[in-house]
T-cell receptor, first 114, second 116 residues
């Protein structure tokens, strides 16, 4: 079945450094790749997403890159701040319509130290 | 944006009893609802997909008779955990496709179930 692998499981950086989280997916039909930030006991919060018709997307300090050939996508956070500390999940689904199930990676616990 | 209202946010029940969790789409019609379970420090695992007016589709390893899903209307999907046991204690969260997010997904606020 569909599978999304995410690495690393934990990531510790100094404030101001960059953080990179990587994911690979198994289903070549996947073409929607969101990234979520989740705080303890809360719902996942969408921070950025990318669809298969683009290779990169950026929103201020956050960027996502996609390599469909390698079935690989990554989250890049620059100039990290303590408030970026949280658990981050990548996910993948087929589209169109969003009526396809969303499969999550295992998560990365990011700690940003002042 | 679109809102999915999930209730209750927390529930404690005794072993052997049943608990119902509701997810309502407040300003859009959710013909599909995805139900996830999240154990502490783990990822969101898809349990089942409900579709309005038809039977839910369960993921491999999820007991249909234990986790009853009903999607009787375009705005309401429910998950009933029957004969709950302590190992069912978890964070349950629903999600619906959201046209406002260009067919991304909107999540309910989650239900923390504790079975004692």
């Amino acid at each position: 079945g569909e599978n999304v692998e995410q690495h690393p499981s934990t990531l510790s950086v100094q404030e101001g450094d960059s953080a990179v989280i990587k994911c690979t997916y198994s289903d070549s039909a996947s073409n929607y790749f969101p990234w979520y930030k989740q705080e303890l006991g809360k719902r996942p919060q969408l921070i950025i997403d990318i669809r298969s018709n683009v290779g990169e997307k950026k929103d201020q300090r956050i960027a996502v890159t996609l390599n469909k050939t390698a079935k690989h996508f990554s989250l890049h956070i620059t100039e990290t701040q303590p408030e970026d500390s949280a658990v981050y999940f990548c996910a993948a689904s087929k589209s169109p319509g969003g009526y396809n199930k969303l499969i999550f990676g295992a998560g990365t616990r990011l700690a940003v130290h002042p | 944006g679109a809102v999915v209202s999930q209730h209750p946010s927390r529930v404690i029940c005794k072993s052997g009893t049943s608990v119902k969790i509701e997810c309502r789409s407040l300003d859009f019609q959710a013909t599909t609802m995805f139900w996830y379970r999240q154990f502490p420090k783990q990822s969101l695992m898809l349990m089942a997909t409900s579709n309005e007016g038809s039977k839910a589709t369960y993921e491999q390893g999820v007991e249909k008779d234990k986790f009853l899903i009903n999607h009787a209307s375009l705005t309401l999907s429910t998950l009933t955990v029957t004969s709950a046991h302590p190992e069912d204690s978890s964070f349950y969260i629903c999600s619906a496709p959201d046209r406002g997010l260009d067919y991304g997904y909107t999540f309910g606020s989650g239900t923390r179930l504790t079975v004692v």
